[in-house]
Structure formats: C-alpha cells, structure tokens
C-alpha cells in the first residue's frame, strides 16, 4: 500500500493564480482531511469529507473548495493564491472518525508570492 | 476549543524524561497523540479512549483523565529519535451535525541532544 500520496510536494505561485493539490489513499478510507499547518499554529482543518460525494466545511475554508467524486482521491483547489494561503498543506486519512488514528500524506509546502 | 499544550518546548539530553501535558476546556471521550518529525508529516502514535486509560508505544506512555479532561506523555529514557513536535488532539462535535473532527494543540517542540 501507497499510503496517502500528495502531489506536488512544492510549488511557487503567484498571486491571483489557482492551483490544484492532489491527494489519494488506497486504503480504502472513507474519512478524508485537508490540513493546513503555519509555524507554531499547530493543525488547521480545511475541509473534510465523510465519503464519495459528500463534504464540509473545517476551520479555515476560506478561500479553498474541494470535491471527492472517488473514495480514492479529495483534490484541493485554490482559487486566486493570496500570500495568507503560504504553508505546508497535509492530506489525512482515516477508516472511520473521531476515535480512529489518522494517515497523513507526506505533505505539499506551497508558497505564495 | 483547541486543546491546550504545555510545555510549548523542552530540551533535554539523551537519557532524561519528559512530560507532556493536554488540556481541553471541552469534555474529552478521546485523546490522539501524534508526532511530527521536522520536514516530515505527522505519525500517529496512540489513542486513549477511555479516563484512567494509559497505554505505551516504545518508552513512550501516555494517560488520560477524564474527568480533569486533560492527558499527559510520558517519555522515559529519552532517545535522539524522540526529538519532534508532539500533538495531542481532540475530537470535537461538528456544529449541527453528527460528526466529529480531530482538533489539535500547537505542538510541544522536544530537542533530545548527545
């Protein structure tokens, strides 16, 4: 098993530009997370999802959207990068929630300039 | 509602113990500890589910009371391995749902050093 994978692992963009993150498990996890980690914050929910088709809203989704059309993949789209939006974004993963241990992929540090 | 950490960092040489506290201002039916290597992503390491619950991951402990709604690591005979910042987290109700999400502290930073 791959694990949760991430792509990319590092990406420089401009400001008012979009991008994707990508994110996948093969472990056939239900519960899918997007994370958002600033030095000395800790991590913050973005978004979250429960299974195929379904998701909502964490702490800070302002400025984020995603999508999970699969069980396997839960993309993160950023929508015109302001510089707030520069940290190390993680991708998690787990069977159920709440009281099950979470998977985190290797995480994609993105910076906006 | 993020779960409160103490201390925010510690130093330590390799040999000495560490203690590593988690407060909650929320009831508590679980506690998460995870821990991050620099650079790298966070790894799980225990859950403790029930109050009074202790459990250990190498020499690494941890227990939970509940009704003081808090949790503490225990690290024994630290290794230079040990080194990283340690996260506990909390699951907490999502608003108008059913649902719960993981809620995490700001980390506790441990330098183990020769």
């Known amino acids: 098993n791959a694990g949760v994978t991430q792509t990319p692992k590092f990406r420089i963009l401009k400001i008012g530009q979009s991008m994707t993150l990508q994110c996948a498990q093969d472990?056939?996890?239900?519960?899918m997370y997007w994370y958002r980690q600033d030095p000395g914050m800790g991590l913050k929910l973005i978004y979250y999802?429960?299974?195929?088709?379904?998701?909502d809203k964490g702490e800070v989704p302002n400025g984020y959207n995603v999508s999970r059309s699969t069980t396997e993949d839960f993309p993160l789209r950023l929508e015109l990068a302001a510089p707030s939006q520069t940290s190390v974004y993680f991708c998690?993963?787990?069977?159920?929630?709440?009281?099950?241990?979470?998977?985190f992929g290797p995480g994609t540090r993105l910076t906006v300039t | 509602q993020q779960p409160v950490q103490s201390p925010q960092a510690v130093i330590l040489r390799e040999g000495e113990d560490a203690v590593i506290n988690c407060s909650s201002s929320?009831?508590?039916?679980?506690v998460h500890w995870y821990r991050q290597k620099h650079g790298e992503a966070p790894v799980f390491l225990m859950i403790?589910?029930?109050?009074?619950e202790q459990k250990g991951h190498e020499k690494i402990s941890a227990s939970f009371n509940e009704k003081k709604q808090q949790s503490s690591l225990y690290l024994t005979a630290s290794q230079l391995s040990y080194s990283g910042t340690y996260f506990c987290?909390?699951?907490?109700?999502?608003?108008?749902?059913?649902?719960?999400?993981?809620?995490f502290g700001k980390g506790t930073l441990l330098t183990v050093n020769p």
């Open positions: 998690a993963s787990s069977l159920r929630e709440g009281t099950y241990e979470q998977y």
């Open positions: 472990m056939n996890h239900n519960y």
């Open positions: 999802s429960v299974g195929a088709g379904i998701t």
């Open positions: 929320k009831a508590l039916y679980s």
């Open positions: 403790l589910l029930k109050g009074g």
């Open positions: 987290g909390t699951p907490i109700k999502v608003e108008g749902g059913s649902n719960y999400k993981l809620t």
